[in-house]
């Protein structure tokens, strides 16, 4: 079983829709949450940092960590054709610098 | 501009080659990265450094090498031993919890 588990997708979703992405992770020892956003063949780049458990929003974009249920969300409003791209979730355990990263959801807004 | 810059974009290997990958950060960094990004498996660490001559292996290392004489300077060696070497190749720098990310090297085998 991997540490972090994501859908790959696609996830087709017309314009202005919610979007809903997820990841579920096994080790309870995770305590920093990230998404990342990766356009194709381009470098991840950083959307979204959370620490331990509750909710950060920054703009359209909302962060939720369910460490209970070891499970985290990126909910994406409005969402517009250039959202779409391919989202990775990432999570670190304290004192720890390596990343362990899911295999990425691809989503595709559509006009 | 600060960031980090990965050379080159594409890169072709021949069979038997040894091949060199670039990436330079003036970010002021400490800790940088080499991961290995292919389709379905997300991405992979191949070698880590936090500081200046020292590193450290990844889940992968097996086939590559690389050194660390510059804070700013970590490139990523593909060695022949390397037998499936197709892949994204991303590196990274950071600065406390986060990580940021070159633009990658696309390597393909000839």
């Known amino acids: 079983q991997k540490e972090v588990e994501q859908d790959p997708g696609p996830l087709s979703v017309p314009e202005g829709a919610i979007v809903s992405l997820n990841c579920t992770y096994s080790n309870s020892a995770f305590q920093y949450f990230m998404w990342y956003r990766q356009y194709s063949r381009k470098g991840p780049e950083l959307l979204m940092y959370?620490?331990?458990?509750g909710n950060k929003e920054d703009g359209r974009f909302t962060a939720q960590v369910d460490k209970s249920s070891k499970y985290i969300s990126l909910f994406i409003r409005d969402s517009q054709p250039s959202d779409s791209a391919t989202y990775l979730c990432a999570m670190r355990r304290t004192g720890f610098q390596k990343l362990v990263f899911g295999t990425g959801t691809r989503l595709l807004v559509s006009p | 501009d600060g960031g980090i810059t990965q050379s080159p974009k594409y890169l072709f290997r021949k069979e038997g080659q040894n091949v060199t990958l670039s990436c330079e950060q003036n970010?002021?960094?400490?800790?940088m990265y080499w991961y290995r990004q292919d389709p379905g498996q997300g991405l992979r660490l191949i070698y880590y450094s936090q500081i200046v001559n020292d590193f450290q292996k990844g889940d992968i290392a097996e086939g590559y090498s690389v050194s660390r004489e510059k804070k700013e300077s970590f490139p990523l060696t593909v060695t022949s031993a390397q037998k499936n070497p197709t892949a994204f190749y991303l590196c990274?720098?950071?600065?406390?919890?986060?990580?940021?990310f070159g633009a990658g090297t696309r390597l393909s085998v000839l």
């Open positions: 990274a720098s950071s600065r406390e919890d986060i990580q940021y």
């Open positions: 959370t620490y331990s458990s």
């Open positions: 970010l002021n960094h400490d800790a």
